[in-house]
């Protein structure tokens, strides 16, 4: 064998050095490793902030790698035309990667492993960003689980395997192959002037994400069950975005956290519950793909929900101005932010979906071009949660009033102040920053008044509950 034929590593969403299956087995091998990020139909087809985010996460892995001695080569097209490229170009002999689970990635990964053994190349994929790989996990009598409870005890005490340490060194091939522009490629997104104003908010890379972690668990974990639905708190761990980019792994967090929860210490049950919800998630979408883009309960699928995406109301939504504080902070949050508090994104899907009567997956499209940490998976999921369609989902009965919420989780008005500038006479920087991000199109001021409720909370809930009545879910 000839050692200096090297080893594609195709990288996604797995940008991080330590905990990186893929990466560990092609330097484990001897042979130049190459690692590749490939700009095909799937991430081209990514909403505004998530493209962006992703984007400036493989620029900022590229100087990590190239500490190391390698550096990340970037093609854009199809997936499978640009690796049999590669090959041909380096003489490579082996394709690693670790797997994705969406289904157009599974069909895209089949195809591409196919098409690679087909010419003699060993294409090789390894387990991706979860703690269990979803066909791991099943009731005893057999089959997926489909309730989260049951899930979360089948695997709270399972074995979850050891984190490997990142590579000190990369072998790299005598001569690189050429690459198109990371950086050029990185600058073109569609934030618009958004760019500038959510770009301090976000924490790039695996070292910002351990140190996030270890802050966490040293400052925030003890009350964390408790102060976690507190939305003006910085109580929560803030991972959402590394781990949607694949800066921290699943495995090393599980494996932080569970000693934590070993040794007792308050809040690490409830934090491993909430990365296991992620998990559940996953496990879903790969045993039931249609919960990414259909109803999963039986009896909604003639719901009558609002199909019309420029209907005043779902405007109204989208801009954080529909009256309803709760909901309007929520929105603006993430327009300055990039993220949204998990309360705050509850309150504003039940509220699309309930009070105004509007499917949810328009909520869910809206999410996926606003969230700098969107999770095809945990977004979906948490959209039929909240509508009550989905599996394991709150009662199509309960409807949340945003007004008492608000007044249960932001008893000071903190929350509220820190978002919503029309009214004050002394806006706070974050809730002018709301101004900065949206489109000039919108028209929206901070001096302009702030709307009267387009949907009242009893309102909403005794049309959505007349709407409900007389149906079998």
Not at 51 to 76: E, P, S, T, Y
Not at 221 to 242: F, H, M, N, Q, V
Request: charged share 25%; proline share 7%.
């Amino acid at each position: 064998m000839d050692d200096n034929k090297p080893v594609l590593v195709w990288l996604r969403r797995d940008l991080r050095l330590s905990d990186n299956p893929a990466l560990t087995a092609a330097a484990a091998s001897g042979r130049p490793v190459i690692p590749v990020f490939i700009a095909d139909e799937i991430v081209q087809g990514l909403g505004a902030a998530p493209d962006w985010r992703l984007k400036l996460g493989v620029a900022h892995f590229d100087r990590v790698v190239r500490q190391i001695g390698g550096r990340v080569l970037f093609r854009g097209g199809a997936a499978a035309q640009v690796l049999h490229q590669l090959v041909a170009e380096t003489g490579a002999v082996c394709v690693y990667w670790n797997r994705a689970y969406h289904p157009d990635e599974i069909a895209r990964d089949t195809d591409v492993k196919s098409g690679l053994k087909a010419i003699g190349i060993e294409a090789k994929s390894f387990p991706g960003n979860l703690c269990f790989e979803p066909w791991s996990v099943a009731k005893g009598s057999g089959g997926a689980y489909r309730v989260f409870t049951p899930f979360w005890k089948s695997v709270r005490n399972l074995n979850v395997a050891a984190p490997a340490p990142a590579p000190k060194k990369l072998r790299g091939p005598g001569i690189w192959p050429e690459s198109d522009d990371i950086q050029t490629w990185a600058a073109r997104h569609g934030m618009g002037r958004g760019a500038a104003v959510v770009r301090p908010y976000l924490s790039l890379g695996e070292q910002a994400a351990w140190d996030r972690l270890e802050m966490f668990c040293e400052d925030r974990l003890p009350d964390y069950a408790a102060a976690r639905d507190i939305p003006s708190r910085p109580a929560t761990s803030g991972l959402s975005e590394a781990l949607a980019c694949g800066e921290i792994g699943a495995r090393q967090i599980w494996h932080r956290a569970r000693t934590l929860w070993q040794d007792g210490v308050a809040g690490a049950e409830t934090f491993l519950k909430e990365l296991v919800w992620r998990e559940f998630a996953y496990h879903l979408m790969f045993h039931e793909p249609h919960i990414l883009t259909r109803n999963w309960r039986q009896g909604w699928d003639d719901f009558p929900w609002n199909q019309d995406e420029e209907h005043p109301h779902v405007t109204a939504w989208k801009q954080g101005r529909t009256g309803i504080a709760f909901v309007d902070a929520a929105m603006r949050e993430m327009y300055v932010t990039g993220r949204m508090h998990n309360r705050g994104r509850m309150i504003v899907a039940s509220y699309l979906s309930k009070h105004l009567m509007t499917d949810w997956r328009i909520g869910q499209h809206w999410f996926a071009d606003c969230l700098t940490d969107w999770d095809p998976a945990s977004n979906a999921m948490g959209w039929q949660w909240a509508a009550g369609s989905g599996p394991d989902a709150a009662p199509y009965f309960r409807v949340f009033n945003p007004d008492l919420q608000l007044k249960k989780f932001d008893p000071e008005g903190r929350y509220r102040q820190a978002w919503i500038a029309e009214g004050d006479a002394m806006p706070s920087d974050t809730a002018l920053s709301y101004f900065r991000a949206i489109p000039r199109s919108w028209h929206i001021r901070a001096e302009d008044t702030y709307p009267v409720p387009i949907v009242s909370p009893q309102e909403g809930r005794e049309r959505a509950l007349a709407a409900y009545q007389n149906r079998s879910f």
